[in-house]
């Protein structure tokens, strides 16, 4: 009986050490997908991308197709489709993934398109950011929320809305305008036609305009420090208690450019981003 005890103790202390010594498996949340085509486009098309928890990654190419390649996280709650709404080749085209329902606090993709010149973008998407660089479009369209927005190196009229999130806007060529909340504003580009606007709350604007720059600028804030080329007792600020109104011209003043703030800093032609109040 002492024999067969003794063989049941060693077996148990064997498995113990095993079963310490085992991988562990941990669920992973679910499987990942990606999904690779491209479609020929019309001359001028429309493209619609449409996100939720999506980040959109969007480049120029030079052929006359959008190349895409979507990669869905935990996949099987994210609802995906594109279609061809019009023409052949597609004038309208549409890309979507979307989360469904259970997924919201998990699943969440990355959209990465290439577009060809001369098309009109339309970007909505959720709590993720949109990077643009180096396109030219007709019209490029951005609306994100909590999720950051960056174009860069391109051409065309944009508008972009976000909140709680920065914008910048660098080397850009065309009319603009941008909307966000809590958050700082760097433009950098040529404006030279249109109504062109900025605005912002609790964060800074900054605004560095391009030679061939044909632009009347005008812009009220408060609470917040107000610069034109680096000084801030320009003749074109006005102060009065905590707010401030701030006017500059380049050229003949062809287009319009709107600031609006508060609280908040603006910078017009500032040498560096870092007048960001608390940045560096």
């Not at 493209?47 to 197709?65: L, M, T």
């Not at 003043?253 to 709107?258: D, H, K, Q, Y």
Request: charged share 15%; aromatic share 6%.
């Amino acid at each position: 009986m002492k024999f067969k005890l003794r063989i049941l103790t060693i077996w148990l202390w064997s498995f113990a050490i095993f079963a310490a010594l085992a991988p562990v498996c941990v669920l992973a949340g679910g499987d990942t997908k990606t999904i690779t085509d491209s479609v020929v486009l019309g001359e001028g098309a429309l493209i619609e991308v449409v996100g939720e928890n999506a980040e959109v990654r969007v480049h120029s190419v030079a052929s006359g197709s959008i190349e895409y390649s979507v990669t869905m996280n935990n996949e099987e709650y994210v609802d995906f489709y594109q279609q061809t709404l019009y023409g052949n080749p597609a004038t309208h085209f549409i890309i979507s993934a979307t989360t469904s329902t259970g997924g919201a606090a998990t699943a969440n993709s990355v959209i990465e398109i290439g577009i060809p010149a001369g098309v009109e973008l339309k970007v909505q998407t959720t709590n993720r950011p949109i990077v643009v660089d180096g396109v030219s479009v007709t019209l490029a369209t951005l609306s994100t929320s909590d999720g950051k927005i960056t174009v860069t190196n391109s051409s065309g009229d944009f508008e972009l809305n976000t909140t709680n999130s920065e914008v910048t806007v660098q080397a850009v060529d065309g009319p603009v305008n941008i909307a966000t909340t809590n958050a700082h504003v760097w433009f950098e580009g040529v404006i030279d036609e249109g109504s062109n606007s900025i605005s912002t709350t609790y964060g800074d604007i900054a605004v560095r305009l391009g030679d061939n720059s044909n632009v009347s600028v005008n812009g009220s804030t408060h609470n917040g420090d107000v610069t034109i080329n680096g000084a801030g007792d320009d003749d074109g600020i006005v102060r009065q208690g905590d707010t401030a109104s701030v006017s500059y011209r380049i050229d003949e003043g062809t287009a319009t450019l709107n600031i609006t703030n508060g609280p908040g800093a603006i910078h017009i032609n500032p040498d560096i981003i870092a007048v960001f109040d608390g940045d560096s």
